[in-house]
């Protein structure tokens, strides 16, 4: 099984900055697409950031120019760098990574979410 845990979360002003991490632990095989989501209350969730294994990136357009998404394959890790952060950035940000693992003898191949950091963006 894979697991993803997210960190990085937190309180902060308006314009400020923060650093999201989410690093995979298990029987991992590969990590292909890792991505960031993001929801707020009362709204569904959206995407954030991509990035495929190989580096390509894509953002939603409300973060471009703001938010930098990156990866460390050696440490199965993803990041979400946050700039200029805004009022409604204020989200659950949510790990996203498409894993191929063993189970058993078996091997397999899924979406896998993480629990959850709370971003919240004060004015």
């Known amino acids: 099984q894979v697991q993803l845990v997210e960190s990085g979360g937190g309180l902060v002003q308006a314009g400020g900055s923060l650093r999201l991490s989410c690093a995979a632990s298990?029987?991992?095989?590969?990590?292909?697409?890792m991505g960031w989501y993001r929801q707020a209350p009362g709204k569904q969730r959206e995407l954030v950031a991509v990035?495929?294994?190989?580096?390509?990136?894509n953002y939603a357009d409300s973060v471009k120019g703001r938010f930098t998404i990156s990866r460390d394959n050696a440490k199965n890790t993803v990041y979400l760098r946050m700039n200029s952060l805004q009022l409604e950035d204020t989200a659950a940000y949510h790990c996203?990574?498409?894993?191929?693992?063993?189970?058993?003898?078996?091997?397999?191949?899924?979406?896998?979410w993480g629990q959850g950091t709370q971003v919240t963006v004060s004015s």
């Open positions: 996203n990574a498409e894993a191929e693992y063993y189970s058993g003898s078996y091997m397999r191949r899924g979406e896998i």
């Open positions: 298990g029987s991992i095989f590969r990590l292909n697409a």
């Open positions: 990035i495929t294994s190989g580096g390509s990136t």
